[in-house]
Nanobody, 124 residues
Framework: VQLQASGGGSVQAGGSLRLSCTAS????????IGWFRQAPGKEREFVAAIVWNGGHTRYGDSVKGRFTISKDNLRNTVSLQMNSLKPEDTAVYYC??????????????????WGQGTQVTVSS
């Protein structure tokens, strides 16, 4: 399983970015796909997740109302639309996936495949 995260960049506070996570093959079926982030010197933080079958979503408290996770069945892609970005959103963002759908949707230890990460930098 190979995941590819893309779409990172540098924006000013209040701006928007859209991240995408694509996978080799149609492997998202029957899986959950999550976004996590890690800033320098900080622990990894859960951002958002979606269950491919059914579309159930979950968000971290710090991004609720600003970020939206979605899936594209045709492109086998999961996107993270990030609006109203703040400097504290600056981090490397990773997408990850797991066949363990019913447990640990916010816990990175329940995800066993990870993409390489994409940098998001928000300036004030």
């Amino acid at each position: 399983v190979q995941l590819q995260a893309s779409g990172g960049g540098s924006v000013q506070a209040g701006g928007s970015l859209r991240l995408s996570c694509t996978a080799s093959g149609r492997i998202f079926n029957n899986r959950k796909i999550g976004w996590f982030r890690q800033a320098p010197g900080k622990e990894r933080e859960f951002v958002a997740a979606i269950v491919w079958n059914g579309g159930h979503t979950r968000y971290g408290d710090s991004v609720k109302g600003r970020f939206t996770i979605s899936k594209d069945n045709l492109r086998n892609t999961v996107s993270l639309q990030m609006n109203s970005l703040k400097p504290e959103d600056t981090a490397v963002y990773y997408c990850a996936t797991s066949q363990v759908v019913l447990s640990g949707i916010t816990d990175g230890s329940y995800y066993n495949y990870w993409g390489q990460g994409t940098q998001v930098t928000v300036s004030s």
